[in-house]
Structures are given as C-alpha cells and as structure tokens.
C-alpha cells in the first residue's frame, strides 16, 4: 500500500523558518495538501495542489512538491503555529492518504 | 458562511450499528464531493470514505469497507455514514469534510465523538 511519511516533531525557534517534510514514492506526481490542527481543534487546510493558499492563510505558510517529497514551510514562524500538521494526497484509485502527522514546537 | 455540522455519535457496543450525518449550509451541497475522516484518541488523522457530489462514485478504506457506507441527500443538503458491525478500534472523532480540488478538504466539521465498548 502506499505511505505518506512524516517526522513525528521538528522544533523552529520563533521568527525562524520550519520545514515540515512528506515523503512518498512518487508523491510529486501527485498533488499535496496540508492541514494545521490545534489541540482540541478541527483541522484547517492551509496549502492545497502543492503550492496554493486557502483564503485567510498567512503568506508565511507555502507549499512545494518534487519527487518523492512535498514539504510545508512556515517563514517567520510564530507561536500561534505550534500545531501537528498533516500531508495529504490521493491516487487515482481514489485512495485517500494522510501523514502520520508532524508537531511543530515553537521555542 | 460554510458550515458542516457532525451529529449521531455515541456510545454503540462492539458489533452494532451508528449512522452519523453531516448538515451542510452556506455553500451549494450537490456541487461537491464530500469526505467522511476520522481521528482515534491521540493518534492522527484516517480518511474513511469519499462520496462524489452526484453519489456516482464512492471510495472506502481498506479499514472500513465492507462495514460502513457513505452516502448523500442533496435535497437536504445532508451527508451520512452507516456504520456496521463496529469494533473498538473504530472509537474516535469523525469528522465530514468539503472537497475543494483534487480530493483535499477545504472545510472541516467540529466533529462528533464515536466511542465502541461494552
């Protein structure tokens, strides 16, 4: 079956840039999404087809996909962007797959 | 504005049934695919199952097919999931999504808590 890999933390000093990276066989030809989910809260798209932001998300977050890996990056991370992050794709099939999850820790 | 609603959870004994529906407002429901996602305690997201905005097509996951069926009313704007034959590990928050492009979800419900135990 296919995977979406993540690591399970990165940490990014705020004001610095995090990377949030998704590895999967081939996932460049697909297209990536990204969701934000605070604790207790509903997750929240914030790239979707690899690079576009949803209206209402900061310029900070951006998106890019090559290869086998898609990565999410927050420039000027802020505390409000500690959250776990999820990648998204799907295969043609209509198999829908999520990353096991990223949290991001701003200290 | 979009809003998804989540309601029909509760507290089922393993191998019995739930129906879960999903109330969409603020958008036009019969234009769009829809997801059915879930979130077992501490642990990340699973998609469940898509249903396409005319029902013409449905995807499951492996996890659950065969068990639940997703399914749609677009004269009441409404999304459901029947759950059959529940086991413990489908306890978890489930939560309908919107599709925007290419299967991703543009807006999320609050969710609603499915907890499988005797």
């Known amino acids: 079956s296919y995977d979406l890999t993540q690591l399970p933390s990165v940490s990014v000093s705020p004001g610095q840039t995090a990377s949030i990276t998704c590895s999967g066989d081939g996932l460049g030809d697909k297209f990536a999404s990204w969701y934000q989910q605070r604790p207790g809260r509903s997750p929240v798209q914030v790239i979707y087809q690899d690079t576009k932001r949803p209206s209402g998300i900061p310029e900070r977050f951006s998106g890019s996909n090559s290869g086998d890996t898609a990565t999410l990056t927050i420039s000027g991370t802020q505390a409000m962007d500690e959250a776990d992050y999820y990648c998204q794709a799907w295969d043609r099939s209509g198999y829908v797959l999520f990353g096991g999850g990223t949290k991001l820790t701003v200290l | 504005q979009v809003q998804l609603v989540e309601s029909g959870g509760g507290v089922v004994q393993p191998g019995r049934s739930l129906r879960l529906s999903c109330a969409a407002s603020?958008?036009?429901?019969?234009?769009?695919?829809m997801h059915w996602v879930r979130q077992a305690p501490g642990k990340g997201l699973e998609w469940v199952a898509f249903?396409?905005?005319?029902?013409?097509?449905?995807y499951y996951a492996d996890s659950v097919k065969g068990r639940v069926t997703i399914s749609r009313d677009n004269s009441e704007n409404t999304l459901y999931l029947q759950m059959n034959s529940l086991r413990p590990e489908d306890t978890a928050v489930y939560y309908c999504a919107k599709v925007l492009y290419d299967f991703s979800m543009d807006v999320w419900g609050q969710g609603t808590t499915v907890t499988v135990s005797s």
């Open positions: 603020g958008f036009t429901f019969r234009s769009h695919g």
């Open positions: 249903i396409s905005y005319d029902s013409t097509n449905t």
